[in-house]
């Protein structure tokens, strides 16, 4: 169960407010994120009508291709309604 504090802070409590286009990237090279908190969020964006993209990434190193990221993720978003 999520502290008190922990609740406010997640962005799975304010997805309603979110604006713009909007963007989930889930690598799963980072152990410290769940793909089940991803998952939530997108869940919650859905129930908010709140349009969105989600990209996977499967065991990628960001740090070692940014820019390609960066580019890849640039046109994701403008393609985004």
Known sequence: MMAQKDVKCAAVTHAKNLKGKLL????????????????????????????????????????????????KLEVTINALP
Do not use: C, G
Request: a neutral charge.
């Open 24 to 71: 989930l990237v889930h690598d799963t090279f980072d152990y410290d994120v769940h793909l089940s908190n991803t998952m939530q969020l997108a869940y919650a964006l859905q129930k908010a009508h709140k349009p969105f993209a989600l990209r996977e990434r499967v065991d990628k190193k960001w740090f070692l291709e940014l820019s390609l990221i960066a580019t």
